[in-house]
């Protein structure tokens, strides 16, 4: 049987399902994370809560995996967040700051993937651990997802800028 989660545990599962449905909901509306709309303000504010709340959940009884990992998703949405005030960045801006915010979905959903098939079905999990052949497996196909997610976002982004440039100005 799974190990049963703690109250922070719950709390933190609660909290990061936020992230999950905001940014689903950006990307079919808008095809990003738009830090500047409602769903990406929830996205960004439930997703640094749920690094927080993962902060305090450890199996090894510290520093894990986990730990690094919210680090980095804090890193990445900094980053995000500064590129779109740096003027030598150019051009580059839409792209750089929508891989940004696509990446930190992805990492959202990576601890989600390993415990998700490490606590379900309760009664017999499909999966162990990270090392697991279905994590493995699943791990794979949410990278391949991504990738293609990102090109067509890097596509959208690109078709959009010709319209623009090719648009009549007005003075």
Known sequence: ????????????????????????????????IVPAT????????????????????SSTGGFNEGHALGIVTLAVIAGSLAIERLAFV??????????????????????????????????????GGPESPIVQTTLLAWLVIFLAGLSVQAYLIHKRALVRARAPRSY
């Open 1 to 32: 049987m799974a190990n049963p989660l703690s109250t922070l545990g719950i709390i933190h599962t609660a909290i990061s399902l936020a992230p999950v449905v905001s940014g689903l909901y950006g990307f079919a509306r808008y095809g990003a």
């Open 90 to 127: 150019g051009h580059l801006k839409p792209y750089l700051t929508t891989l940004g915010f696509s990446f930190s979905y992805f990492l959202l959903i990576v601890p989600a993937i390993a415990e998700t098939l490490k606590r379900l079905p309760a009664s017999q999990p499909l999966a």
């Open 38 to 57: 409602r769903s990406g303000k929830i996205y960004l504010a439930t997703l640094v809560l749920a690094v927080l709340t993962a902060a305090g959940l």
